[in-house]
Nanobody, 123 residues
Framework: QVQLVESGGGSVQAGGSLRLSCAASGSISGYYCLGWFRQFPGKEREGVALIELPRRTTVYADSVKGRFTISQDAATNTLYLQMNSLKPEDSAMYSC????????????????WGQGAQVTVSS
């Protein structure tokens, strides 16, 4: 069983930066997929970034490539999403997720989710 607790959301002006954190408790070892998803009001969740352990292979949605960076600190079992050059269209509820095995984007693939963190970017 894995529990995920997020922190770091908030409000920022366009062009600014925020870092989301996701502290994981429970066993995360071997092949594991950790990811960040976001949800706009009235829309389905969409994938933002994934990191596949143990190699730390990363993949990003086209809309955030070059601006967002996903990383994982194995020592503290914490997942991060560094968000730079934020745009108003990045405003959403961001959630971290975890699943054993290889990465792919489908939200149904992830049994473990954080509680969500609101990110608001003003123009």
């Amino acid at each position: 069983q894995v529990q995920l607790v997020e922190s770091g959301g908030g409000s920022v002006q366009a062009g600014g930066s925020l870092r989301l954190s996701c502290a994981a408790s429970g066993s995360i070892s071997g092949y594991y997929c950790l990811g960040w998803f976001r949800q706009f009001p009235g829309k389905e969740r969409e994938g933002v970034a994934l990191i596949e352990l143990p190699r730390r292979t990363t993949v990003y949605a086209d809309s955030v490539k070059g601006r967002f960076t996903i990383s994982q600190d194995a020592a503290t079992n914490t997942l991060y999403l560094q968000m730079n050059s934020l745009k108003p269209e990045d405003s959403a509820m961001y959630s971290c997720a975890a699943a054993s095995g290889l990465c792919y984007w489908s939200t149904s693939r992830f049994p473990y989710w954080g509680q969500g963190a609101q990110v608001t970017v003003s123009s």
